[in-house]
């Protein structure tokens, strides 16, 4: 099993560009999650998918925030435009409806 | 809401020191529990979980007890390595929130040889 994927795996982009990041979970998994760990704020959680649908995303800092799940075996995390107050590690984890979650590498993303 | 508390770090060991660190929660059902592990550059591992009151979660020499009354899951080891230097995070699961996990804001554990 190749866990779950995260790509890029860093990200290094100009303030006011729009940054992609994609995450494949583990085949088979219904559940998938997005954090972002910051020195100052911790491993936050930004949104939930539950069978593709989001099911919270009280966690998204504001609308220049966006994520997608169009399939079970892919999702975007959008930003635009991005601000130098994005700069984080943000992961992907996946989980099976066992409260196990599976986290990806990670994406390091700096925005000068 | 659902919140974990973990004791403040770094804790600093040397090797084969005895390991605690403190792990509360407060919830409205009844969580399961776990302790995750994050070594440097990588994503979160899941280390040990407990599903129920007096279960106790052990793996790679770690163990920690879901403990009720005193709504704790402290984490022990009972002798460290430096490949146990790490950011360690307990979490809570609540089902009535599905299967979204709760996190504490992690301990850093560095040993020393």
């Known amino acids: 099993d190749a866990g779950v994927i995260q790509s890029p795996r860093h990200e290094v982009t100009e303030m006011g560009q729009e940054v992609t990041l994609r995450c494949k979970p583990i085949?088979?998994?219904?559940?998938l999650f997005w954090y972002r760990q910051t020195m100052m704020r911790g491993l936050e959680l930004l949104i939930y998918f539950n069978n593709n649908v989001p099911i919270d995303d009280s966690g998204m800092p504001e609308d220049r925030f966006s994520a997608k799940m169009p399939n079970a075996s892919f999702s975007t995390l959008k930003i635009q435009p991005s601000e130098p107050r994005d700069s984080a590690v943000y992961f992907c984890?996946?989980?099976?409806?066992?409260?196990?979650?599976?986290f990806g590498p990670g994406t390091r993303l700096t925005v000068t | 809401g659902d919140s974990v508390t973990q004791m403040e770090g770094p804790v600093t060991l040397s090797e084969e020191a005895f390991l605690t660190i403190n792990c509360t929660y407060t919830?409205?059902?009844?969580?399961?529990l776990f302790w995750y592990v994050q070594y440097p550059g990588e994503g979160l591992q899941l280390l040990l979980k407990a599903t129920k009151a007096d279960d106790k979660g052990s793996n790679k020499g770690f163990e920690a007890t879901y403990r009720k009354e005193t709504t704790s899951f402290h984490l022990e080891k009972g002798s460290v390595q430096v490949s146990d230097s790490a950011v360690y995070f307990c979490a809570l699961s609540d089902r009535g929130y599905g299967n979204k996990l709760v996190f504490g804001a992690g301990t850093i554990l560095r040993v020393k040889s």
């Open positions: 984890a996946s989980s099976a409806d066992s409260y196990e979650q599976y």
């Open positions: 085949s088979g998994h219904n559940s």
């Open positions: 919830a409205t059902g009844y969580p399961s």
